[in-house]
């Protein structure tokens, strides 16, 4: 019979939380659930008014440490979050810790150095690694489907109101904090470290108009010895988040997942359109193989690859190597270090 892995969640203010906790507590043969704690008093009351947490054992972070725990999940607030992490890892409790981690690079390899050092598992929390279309389009990529890639476009955007926007003015690069890191981890994983970052992160006229001082555009070029790759990111975009994709471009074919993720009776499902020499009759019509991937659960993946990791049962395909390399590429494409 395989362990069960006893975990418990600390926060409530990041935009995962609930489903987190939620998928947690579904995935009962991996998992034994153990509480919630919310130390930011601010954000106390989705104790009681989220539905994820009723039913459910409500604690201090110090009775969580206190605790025999194998694993934690972080889902506070962002500019707390390796903070209490941290606290967790020099117990020598596993890490889960939700995108993109932390506002600023010293603490972030710190936590990384921790967990390296007392040989313990890290896992952050992006979702869209265990997305198996994306899984697939990137392996494809990889092994030289399509040729030589000499450009990824990566997009991703929203249409937040005013109060998301206001909260995004705390981060530098604003919404390629939030949702750009998604992105510049997928270039990342397909073409590794550039030669050089130009982030143009700046403010929309929406919020120019509604008084709100954030970068809430982002957008980043990433240049490579063969291409160009560029990512985007938006928070005042109108049906943005119909429009998500991934174009993985190369000298023998195109990949794209486009949306990157949608919702169906069965679950999340995601699409592709694969195109090569042999596919391409027109330049002027669609000759591409269509992909689909079966329904899945968009956290369940990632959890329970952290439940294998807890329990050693496989490598992390994300060491702590590639955390480091790929938050400082991320902060790059922010504009520099928190302000």
């Known amino acids: 019979m395989k362990q069960k892995i006893r975990i418990a969640q600390v926060g409530t203010a990041h935009d995962h939380a609930s489903v987190t906790y939620a998928a947690l ?42 605790m025999d725990l194998d694993a934690v999940t972080i889902e506070i607030e962002e500019c707390y979050a390796t903070e209490y992490a941290q606290m967790f890892a020099e117990k020598g409790v596993a890490v ?11 603490n972030f390899v710190k936590l990384v150095e921790t967990c390296r050092r007392q040989n313990l598992p890290l896992q952050m929390g992006y979702m869209y690694r265990f997305n198996p279309m994306i899984r697939r389009a990137i392996d494809e990529a990889k092994k030289g489907t399509i040729g030589e890639v000499y450009s990824v476009e990566a997009h991703m ?51 120019r108009d509604d008084n709100v001082d954030t970068e809430d555009f982002g957008f980043a070029v990433l240049k490579y010895k063969n291409g160009v790759s560029t990512v985007k990111t938006s928070a005042a975009e109108f049906n943005g988040f119909a429009r998500r994709q991934l174009v993985i471009s190369g000298t023998k074919g195109t990949i794209e997942v486009y949306p990157l993720e949608t919702g169906s009776p069965r679950g999340t499902v995601s699409y592709a359109r694969f195109t090569t020499q042999d596919h391409e009759q027109s330049p002027f019509r669609d000759c591409s193989e269509k992909w689909e991937c079966e329904p899945f659960e968009r956290y369940d993946n990632m959890l329970l690859h952290f439940a294998k990791l807890v329990r ?17 590429l991320f902060t790059k494409c922010c504009g520099g270090e928190k302000r």
């Open 157 to 207: 955007s929203v249409h937040h109101g005013i109060p998301k926007r206001t909260w995004l003015g705390g981060y530098k690069g604003g919404m390629m904090y939030w949702l750009g890191c998604h992105l510049v981890d997928l270039v990342y994983q397909i073409q590794g470290e550039p030669e050089e970052v130009i982030p143009m992160n700046c403010q929309s006229p929406m919020s």
């Open 96 to 106: 889960q810790l939700d995108k993109p981690g932390s506002p600023g690079i010293d």
């Open 25 to 66: 507590r579904k995935l009962s043969d991996d998992f034994e659930v153990v509480g919630i704690a919310e130390p930011i008093e601010k954000h106390q009351k989705n104790l009681d008014t989220v539905a994820a947490y009723q039913g459910t054992p409500h604690y201090t972070v110090e009775e969580l440490l206190n």
């Open 312 to 328: 050693r049962e496989c490598e992390n395909p994300y060491d702590y190597d590639y955390e480091i390399a790929m938050f400082k």
